[in-house]
């Protein structure tokens, strides 16, 4: 019988990485899901929604003046890429409303938990008319949001 001396060190090794990619993740999904709760506290929507990971996107994508249902192909292989570019749109549309320059949409694209923070901040002022008044449509969620009628 051959077995390997170092079989037992290299499945602690290997549990360990996992592990310690797991926290890592974990850490992520915590700070990303406080940042969306203060951002979407700041825009009017319900913060909760910042903890639940396709419905967050959904909600990030109404305020973005985007229709959420796009956030579903968020799931499909490929296809993730749409609600990706409709974020970074959105992401300039509220950047309007918070009278930030096109430059602040590079850090939503690079560090979108940075730039939720930043813009949550107390000193940011969220005015959704100026959303409109750059000749994009209003928000469909939060603060400003005009409510759709079904085939508009």
Do not use: H
């Not at 951002?39 to 973005?64: M, Q």
């Not at 292989?77 to 309007?96: C, D, E, H, K, S």
């Not at 590079?106 to 939720?116: K, S």
Request: glycine share 12%.
């Amino acid at each position: 019988m051959n077995s390997d001396p170092y079989s037992g060190l290299n499945a602690l090794i290997n549990i360990i990485l996992i592990a310690g990619y797991l926290v890592i993740l974990l850490g992520a999904y915590v700070l990303t899901s406080i940042s969306l709760m203060l951002f979407f506290r700041k825009v009017g929507v319900a913060p909760w929604a910042g903890w639940v990971p396709i419905y967050s996107t959904w909600k990030w994508l109404e305020v973005g003046g985007q229709a959420g249902a796009w956030s579903l192909l968020s799931l499909v292989p490929y296809a993730n890429i749409v609600p990706f570019v409709l974020l970074a749109m959105g992401m300039y549309r509220t950047g309007i409303a918070f009278r930030k320059p096109s430059g602040w949409v590079v850090l939503g694209i690079f560090l979108p938990w940075l730039w939720c923070l930043l813009l949550a901040g107390r000193e940011n002022v969220y005015e959704p008319s100026l959303i409109t008044a750059a000749g994009f449509p209003p928000p469909r969620a939060g603060f400003g949001s005009v409510p759709r009628t079904p085939g508009a």
